[in-house]
Each structure stands twice: as C-alpha cells, then as structure tokens.
C-alpha cells in the first residue's frame, strides 16, 4: 500500500529552527510537495521537490533523497503566523497525490 | 496567477436538501479538478477527481450518488450534496491543476458546509 509518515504535532519556539520529517512509500514516485495549512483555512503551496537535494526559499526550505524516501521541510527564524499544518504530498506513478496526515506546528513566544 | 474560487464560502442548510458548491479556475484552464474534503483536525480525504468532459472518478468509500460533480469546462466544476445530512457537516475543498510541468494543485479557500 501507499503510505506517508509524518509526525502529528511539534513544538518550537519564536525565533528557533524546526524540521518537520516526512516518510513516504508510495508505488512511482514523481515529485513530493509541501502545503502549509492555517486552522479554517485551505493548503497553499510551499515547495515541490522531485531532485535529490535542498531547495530554498526563503526561511523555509525542503530536502529530498529519493533513495531513502525521505523528505524534511525546514523552517528558519520562526515566527507566530508559521502556527499552522504542514502537510506531505507525494505524487505517485499516476500523478495523484498522496497526502500525509499532516503536522500541526504550535509556535511558543 | 494560478487563482482558484469557490462559491459558497460558507452554506447552512436543513437535512434532506441539496448544496451545490462551485469551483472556478479565475486564470488558467484546469485539466483536472480535485475534490476534498476535510474533518475538524483530520487531514484532507480526496473525494474525487473530476477531468472536463468526462465522468468523475471517485474515491473508495464516497457515494457518487450522493456527491455529483460536474466538470463542465476547463475552468468550472461543481459538487451538489444530494440530500444533505447532519454527518455531511464538513469543510469542502476543491483544487485545480494546469496539467503544465508538474502536478501542482491550486486550491480553492473552501466551503464550510453545516446541515442541521
């Protein structure tokens, strides 16, 4: 079956630096995406990454080895309104998207 | 670019009626449009995916009966809540995808739907 893994909840604190971890298993592999999703609210998009590699943009930035079938989505400089869900999303042989549970992040001043 | 709308931010109705909720690519033609929908702190469940002209695929476990989509162009889509009840109570949210590149979904700001 298909599978991604992410944690379900971190904390961190206002300034700090956290990496959010994602596993995924998945049959073909044809990118793997990041969406930030406020409470009430829907996703929008942070990052795509289908090469090994970091990408950066900004604070946050993504990292990708396909070999491991992992990925970490690192936030810099954290600030309250990064407070949110962060969610995995794996395309698969098909293109369809499969998506992580989520990780909700809570920001302490 | 790359907007997503949907229409009704927001809808309460009585069980036993039915909802439509729109989606709209405002800049770009949508090859394939995505259904979701999302419990209060649960991740999203894909419901459906819906390609212009052509009929919806849906996820194991949705009702296509209950759930119609209709894909009428390249930049609309709707889903009508047939016979809505309260477990029906759930935030709707629809994306769009360019089909350019790399499947990136554009997302709609979604629809609460209660059904009291």
């Known amino acids: 079956g298909q599978n991604i893994d992410q944690p379900t909840e971190m904390t961190a604190t206002e300034g700090?630096?956290?990496q959010i971890n994602c596993t995924y298993q998945t049959s073909g592999f044809n990118g793997l995406f990041w969406y930030q999703q406020h409470a009430g609210e829907a996703p929008t998009f942070l990052s795509y990454n289908v090469l090994d590699g970091l990408e950066e943009k900004g604070r946050f930035s993504s990292f990708l080895s396909r070999s491991k079938g992992y990925?970490?989505?690192?936030?810099?400089?954290?600030?309250?309104?990064?407070?949110?869900?962060?969610?995995?999303?794996v395309s698969d042989s098909n293109y369809q998207l499969i998506w992580g549970a989520g990780t909700k992040l809570i920001i302490k001043p | 670019g790359a907007v997503v709308s949907q229409h009704p931010s927001w809808v309460i109705c009585k069980s036993g009626t039915s909802v439509k909720i729109e989606c709209r690519s405002l800049d770009f033609q949508a090859t394939t449009m995505f259904w979701y929908r999302q419990?209060?702190?649960q991740s999203l469940m894909l419901m459906a995916t819906s390609n212009e002209g052509s009929k919806a695929t849906y996820e194991q476990g949705v009702e296509k009966d209950k759930f119609?989509?209709?894909?009428?162009?390249?930049?609309?889509?709707?889903?009508?809540?047939?016979?809505?009840?309260?477990e029906d109570s759930s935030f709707y949210i629809c994306s769009a995808e360019p089909g350019q590149d790399y499947n990136?979904?554009?997302?709609?700001?979604?629809?609460r739907l209660t059904v009291l």
């Open chain 1, 16 to 18: 700090a630096i956290v």
């Open chain 1, 71 to 89: 990925s970490y989505l690192l936030l810099k400089e954290l600030q309250m309104k990064d407070s949110a869900s962060y969610l995995c999303a």
């Open chain 2, 39 to 41: 419990f209060p702190k």
């Open chain 2, 68 to 86: 119609l989509i209709n894909h009428a162009s390249l930049t609309l889509s709707t889903l009508t809540v047939t016979s809505a009840h309260p």
């Open chain 2, 104 to 111: 990136e979904q554009f997302f709609g700001p979604g629809t």
